[in-house]
């Protein structure tokens, strides 16, 4: 069963930096699309960035240029470096995976991470 683990959460001021990790575990798979999630109190859920087994990138138009996704596929995790940070970046954050469970041929399924909280304090 495959899980995945957030880290790096806390509290910063305003401008200041954070890096998340997301590592997955648990049987034999390999994992393509890695993407971050985050969802603020009393708002859906929404996209943040994504980066692709080949290693192409996407943003959310808000956290272009401050934020950077990265991933090692050695050690199964995704990072998001935020710079930059401002109030409206609190939220929770979830990281996202799309993972083939006995590779190549297996079936593909999404799992999501518990979530780490990143509050920015004005």
């Known amino acids: 069963h495959v899980q995945l683990v957030e880290s790096g959460g806390g509290l910063v001021q305003s401008g200041g930096s954070r890096r998340l990790s997301c590592t997955a575990s648990?049987?034999?798979?390999?994992?393509?699309?890695m993407a971050w999630y985050r969802q603020a109190p009393g708002k859906e859920r929404e996209f943040v960035a994504i980066?692709?087994?080949?290693?192409?990138?996407d943003y959310e138009d808000s956290v272009e240029g401050r934020f950077t996704i990265s991933r090692d596929n050695t050690k199964k995790t995704v990072y998001l470096q935020m710079n930059s940070l401002k109030p409206e970046d609190t939220a929770i954050y979830s990281c996202n995976e799309e993972v083939t469970i006995t590779p190549p041929y297996g079936p593909r399924y999404y799992y999501w991470g518990q979530g780490t909280q990143v509050t920015v304090s004005s």
């Open positions: 648990g049987g034999a798979f390999s994992i393509n699309d």
């Open positions: 980066i692709t087994s080949g290693g192409s990138t």
